[in-house]
């Protein structure tokens, strides 16, 4: 009677070669400058379920973004929060915009100089990504994420199941002739 391949055998080399894709894409994410908080690659999560195994974000924005930018049009509230957020994360500082009315007894002004500044910018970026897209998105995007790594990842589970059933049906063989 013929052997089945080994599931959890199968399951445990997909679960390290998408390990291993997991920390190609961080790396390349690094090397793209495409981290700020680091939200995105604490997400990243390789899991096994019955069906076989996965490379997940728990992110809700779409991962698709990292390669292909983000494209103009409505955005969240508060998205100028957001934006600010992320400058902040980034490391980004924007020049201090002065008040040119001097604080009184009648007037304090709210917000500091260098706060003006960081709002300025973040609402001109927010502007921008609304009307006309990311600047990756407007570069026409990339690929270096993780879509060259993914074919590289099927074809290396592709390999080791081969050869795992290759050398399952050997075996086979060897019984079935030594009857």
């Known amino acids: 009677m013929a052997t089945a391949i080994n599931i959890d055998t199968a399951k445990q080399m997909a679960f390290e070669e998408m390990t291993q894709l997991k920390e190609r894409i961080i790396a390349n994410m690094q090397a793209a400058g495409a981290v700020a908080s680091g939200r995105t690659i604490r ?34 509230s508060g998205f100028v929060g957001i934006i600010m957020q992320w400058m902040k994360d980034k490391g980004i500082q924007a020049a201090p915009i002065p008040y040119k009315r001097q604080p009184s007894e009648r007037w304090q002004p709210k917000y500091t100089p260098a ?65």
């Open 43 to 76: 997400s990243l999560a390789v899991v096994t379920t019955d069906d076989g195994v996965a490379l997940v974000s728990q992110q809700q924005m779409p991962f698709g973004t990292l390669e292909t930018g983000r494209r103009g049009g409505a955005v969240p």
């Open 115 to 179: 706060e003006r500044g960081q709002m300025s910018m973040a609402g001109a970026i927010a502007y921008t990504i609304e009307k006309s897209g990311t600047k990756l998105f407007r570069n026409g995007g990339r690929d270096t994420i993780y879509s060259q790594e993914i074919p590289k990842t099927v074809a290396a589970i592709q390999q080791k199941i081969s050869a795992l059933l290759q050398a399952q049906v050997t075996e086979q063989i060897k019984l079935n002739t030594r009857q």
